[in-house]
């Protein structure tokens, strides 16, 4: 599942393979920008900002996307068959000499002047794994709610960028509270922020994402050893998400 590390990770491959570059083959299969060429113009860097990449590109374009549940960018070389989904899943074909970048099954795909990348990104708050990281900052949005559950403060991309389903439960495993305790109410909130960099800052460069709950339903607590439980919790935008939780080490808020 995508998220700030994952992402970070996209961004460093795709950016090895396509910086400095010109690009020989471009593809946008996504109708907005379908007759769209790219083709002569280099590739100056692909900058990960919490769960989007931005792809800058000669002549002041950025190509922003996001992966959100199941989107991802492959790499190939020449010859090597593509093997990140059938055709008909594909939105964007980024070549040069050197690589080919397909992006499979991307919801978010569009080409912007560079100097409009606010439009995109300008509403998240700071990036965990980028330059502009400032923890009271984040600690701040995260308290602008006192009242709002800590899962869903979390996954709101304005208080701070790059936490998604699974780091929700994996920072609330962290601080040992329940992912519905009103943010206010937790003893020391700044323990959040400081679990959440330190969380996706030790898996940025990690092939497999270390979890304690997230996915362990059933599965002892790796603390106490109590079997883990799973439920569903209200994302920002009102979709039900699963949360993974250790009713003993995180105990739910009374009602």
Known sequence: MPEGDTVYQAARRLHAALAGRVLTRSD???????????????????????????????GELTLHSHLR????????????????????????ILANAEHTAVGYRLPVLELLRTQDESKAVGHLGPDLLGPDW??????????QDPARAIGEALLDQRNLAGVGNVYKSEICFAVRAAPWLPV????????????AKQLLEANKDRPVRQAYVYGRAD?????????IR???QRDPSGRERPTYWCPKCQPAPPL
């Not at 206010?184 to 323990?191: N, Q, V």
């Not at 599965?219 to 079997?227: G, S, V």
């Open 28 to 58: 946008l299969r996504v109708p907005r920008f379908a007759t769209a060429d790219l083709t002569g113009r280099s590739v100056l860097d692909v900058t990960p900002r919490g769960k989007h990449l931005l792809t800058r590109i000669e």
């Open 69 to 92: 549940m199941d989107g991802s960018w492959r790499i190939y070389e020449p010859g090597e068959r593509w093997r990140g989904g059938p055709a008909h899943q594909i939105r964007a």
């Open 134 to 143: 400032d923890a009271d900052s984040a600690l701040r949005n995260l308290l």
């Open 184 to 195: 206010g109410e937790l003893p020391a909130p700044e323990r959040l922020v400081t679990a």
């Open 219 to 227: 599965r002892p607590c790796p603390r106490c050893r109590t079997p």
């Open 230 to 232: 799973t439920a569903t």
